[in-house]
C-alpha cells in the first residue's frame, strides 16, 4: 500500500438496528469540510459515497418492536455492503460512519467478501458492550435485544440467516482473529458466546491494569497474525463518555480518547489494514461537538 491513500468515506445512516432513532443523523452532522481538508493535508484523496438513504425506508411511528425493523436492517445491511464493495473494487479504503453498530454487518461481510479472506480476517472491536448475542440470547439484552446487539454473532456465522448470508454465504470471520477492547456492559450469554469461540477480550478492569496502548498491541498482533487482512470497528461508547458524549448508550468508565489516538496513529500503513468503521454517534446528545471532533481525530490519527 502507498504512503497516500484514497478514501472512501461512506454514512450509514441508519437507526433501524436499535430502539433510540438518533444516531441514524450521524453522518449528516460530521465535520465533513474539517476532516476532508485534514486529510488532504495528509495527501490523500477523499471521495464521498452518495447518500445511502436509509432512514427514509420506513415510518418510524408505525415501528412497535425490532421484528417490525428487520426487513429495513436486511436491507440496510446490504447497501452499505454494496457500498464497501465499490469503494474497494476502486482500491479505495472504506471509512464508514454511522449510524448503529448494524453496520458492522455490511462493512465486513462486504471487505471479507471483496478480499476473499473469510476466517482468515482480523478484527478489532471496540465498544462498551460485547455485541454478540444471537437471537437466543437478544431477550437478556438493553432496549429488548436490538439488532445492534448482534453483529458479532452474525459475523462469525450465528444469528439469522439474512443478516449472516450478507455479501456471502460464507462465515465471514474466526473469532481467533477477532479482539473487544472497552468491554463494561454486557449480559451472561454474549460473555459465553465470547468464552465459547475463544474471542480475545480486553475489559476495562484489564486495560486499566495493562494500559490501553499495550492493549491495542496486542489485539493487532491477533489481528495480523495468520490472517490476510483485518479492520477496525468503532463504537463510540467504548470511550469514556466524557470524550464521547453523543452516544446512544452511554457507559460510565471507558477509554481515553487521547490514550486511543494515539495507539492508532499511523495504522494504515499496516499492509494489511483495509477498512474502519465509527458508529453509534447521535448528533442529538453532543457537547459543543466533542463527539463530532473526536471522529475526525481518530479518522486524521489512523491515515496520519
Known amino acids: 500500500m502507498n504512503s497516500k491513500y484514497e478514501i472512501e468515506i461512506i454514512g450509514y445512516d441508519c437507526g433501524w438496528g436499535c430502539r433510540d432513532y438518533g444516531c441514524e443523523d450521524g453522518p449528516e452532522h460530521i465535520l465533513k469540510y474539517e476532516l476532508e481538508d485534514g486529510l488532504k493535508q495528509l495527501g490523500h484523496k477523499v471521495v464521498w459515497h452518495p447518500k445511502l438513504y436509509i432512514k427514509d425506508m420506513g415510518s418510524r411511528q408505525h415501528i412497535e418492536n425490532k421484528e417490525q425493523t428487520l426487513p429495513l436492517v436486511i436491507e ?49 472491536w471496540i ?18 435485544g436490538w439488532w445492534h446487539g448482534m453483529p458479532v454473532a452474525c459475523l462469525a456465522g450465528e444469528g439469522l440467516k439474512e443478516l449472516t448470508s450478507i455479501a456471502s454465504n460464507n462465515v465471514k470471520i474466526n473469532m481467533e482473529h477477532f479482539s473487544l477492547l472497552g468491554a463494561r456492559s454486557y449480559e451472561q450469554g454474549e460473555e459465553e458466546f465470547m468464552q465459547n469461540h475463544q474471542a480475545n477480550i480486553y475489559k476495562m478492569s484489564k486495560i486499566k491494569e495493562m494500559g490501553f496502548k499495550n492493549s491495542f498491541e496486542q489485539a493487532l498482533k491477533t489481528a495480523t497474525t495468520g490472517t490476510k487482512a483485518f479492520g477496525v470497528s468503532i463504537d463510540l461508547d467504548g470511550f469514556s463518555p466524557n470524550d464521547a458524549p453523543a452516544v446512544g448508550t452511554a457507559e460510565k468508565d471507558g477509554i481515553s480518547a487521547n490514550d486511543a489516538l494515539f495507539a492508532f496513529t499511523g495504522l494504515a500503513k499496516s499492509p494489511l489494514f483495509k477498512a474502519i468503521e465509527i458508529v453509534e454517534y447521535n448528533p442529538h446528545q453532543d457537547i459543543d461537538n466533542k463527539t463530532a471532533k473526536l471522529i475526525n481525530k481518530i479518522i486524521l490519527a489512523i491515515f496520519n
Open 76 to 124: 440496510a445491511s446490504k447497501r452499505l455492503a454494496s457500498a464497501v464493495e465499490s469503494a474497494i473494487e476502486k482500491n479505495r479504503i472504506p471509512v464508514v460512519i454511522g449510524g448503529d453498530h448494524t453496520a458492522a454487518i455490511g462493512t465486513w461481510s462486504a471487505t471479507t467478501s471483496a478480499f476473499g479472506c473469510f476466517r482468515e480476517f482480523g478484527l478489532i
Open 127 to 144: 465498544d462498551a458492550h460485547m455485541d454478540a448475542h444471537t437471537p437466543d440470547t437478544a431477550h437478556q439484552g438493553k432496549w429488548g
